[in-house]
C-alpha cells in the first residue's frame, strides 16, 4: 500500500473520533471557506439557478446558492464520517 492510501486511512480513523456536533462546526467552517473565501464554481451556481428559476430575484437565488453550499459542506462531512460510523454512533 502507498504513503497516500495509509495517511488517509489514519485520517479517517482519527476522523471518526470527532464527535458529531463538531463535525457540524466544521462543516460551518467549511462554507465560509467554500462560498466566501475561495467561491468555488459561485458563477455557475449563479448562472444555472437563473436560467432554472428565472422569476426569482437576486436576493432569493443568492438563498438558494448559500443553503446548495451549507448542504454541500455537510455532505462532505458527513461522507468522511460515513467511512466509520457504527450502529451506536
Do not use: H, Q
Amino acid at each position: 500500500m502507498g504513503i497516500g492510501f495509509r495517511l488517509f486511512v489514519v485520517f479517517v480513523k482519527a476522523y471518526a473520533l470527532v464527535p458529531f456536533w463538531m463535525l457540524y462546526r466544521l462543516s460551518d467552517f467549511l462554507f465560509i471557506v467554500l462560498y466566501y473565501i475561495i467561491g468555488y464554481r459561485k458563477g455557475v451556481a449563479s448562472e444555472n439557478i437563473a436560467k432554472s428559476f428565472p422569476g426569482i430575484s437576486l436576493k432569493e437565488r443568492k438563498r438558494i446558492i448559500r443553503g446548495f453550499y451549507r448542504n454541500l459542506c455537510d455532505i462532505i462531512v458527513e461522507g468522511f464520517k460515513g467511512f466509520t460510523i457504527t450502529e451506536n454512533s
